[in-house]
């Protein structure tokens, strides 16, 4: 009777780590399925982006490095723009660091703070972006809608109020981030920026409330100010030739607003939900289909370079929207044709006094 009892329980334990090891041969072969597409699609939309925002924003550094040397102040629309642009340029200098991450076929070799701090920029520019968009489509609706509040902000200090409460809160809505670490394999690798099904739990409450409080809610405010402004410009007014340049940049800030939430934001989020959906069905399952999970996977790295991109259309957020850009560029480029003229009329003199 006691040597049928140990046969039953040597029995039972057998079953039971044969389906673990079922179950790791699964999740192993689920994990591996993306890897080689990750470290083809990462670095090079990271190296387009790198490249690309690096351009834009130095041009934007020195556009206003002239304007606050001229007139040493800001108005409360480019001190927006600059707070959006020491964001984006966080995120572009980050950027080498997660290139040579999948060029090494995701090993980390840069130590566990820098890797928390990767996770931490990311996201810190993302929603602090989202917040300074928002900023900028309300500051916009108040021109047009109550233009003597608008005039009054000018030189009250409630922007740098503003910019100061987005930076601490996104600070802080972002600081659980700082407590993912690296992940250590047997074979002695570090890996970073990946998810951990350890913590599918937590990334899919930190995701739930980010999606409400950091997309929901900004888009919902830039659809209203949006409505508004479109509303505003539609209406007929005596006052629209004395008003049209600010007119045009609002309609601008509307698409260009508009386009970065549709392209690089709401693709993001929502597939983002569904990955992390789709990663707590399998720690829980544990024998998921790969191939679907495979295609979320893949959906989920592109959609986050789509996210990476808002870095790179900050710029002609910039150019389009931002006091004074464009006529820094015309009054650039007409001094490099009457330069350029000028060479010109001296070369031709200089070959008729040779003849």
Known sequence: MKQQALDLISTLHTEDKGKDMNNSSTNTSCEDGTDGFKQIMYPVAYIIIFALGSAGHFLSICVFFKQWKKQRSLTPVNLLMVNLLFSDLMLVCSLPLRVSYYLQHSYWPFGDI???????????????????????NILRYIALVWPYLYMRMQTSCVVVIICACIWVLMALACSPLLFSSTDKEKVGSTRCLELSLGNVDKMLFINNVSLVMGFVVPLV??????????????????????????????????????????????????????????????????????????????????????????????????FFVGENFRSFFAKFLERRRTSKLRSTVQQEELHVLKK
């Open 114 to 136: 820098p890797c928390r701090l990767s996770f931490y920029v990311f996201y810190l520019n993302m929603y602090s972006s989202v917040y300074f968009l928002v900023a900028l």
């Open 221 to 318: 405010i830039i659809i209203f100010c949006s409505v508004f402004v479109v509303k505003s410009l539609l209406t007929p007014s005596p006052a629209l030739g004395k008003t049209r340049p600010s007119r045009k940049k609002a309609c601008a800030l509307v698409i260009i607003s508009l386009g970065i939430f549709l392209v690089c934001f709401l693709p993001y989020h929502v597939v983002r939900t569904i990955f992390l959906s789709a990663e707590k069905q399998l720690k829980m399952n544990g024998n998921s289909n790969c191939n679907s999970i495979w295609v979320v996977r893949k959906a989920a790295v592109i959609t986050h370079c789509l996210c990476t991109t808002n870095s790179c259309l900050d710029p002609l957020l910039f």
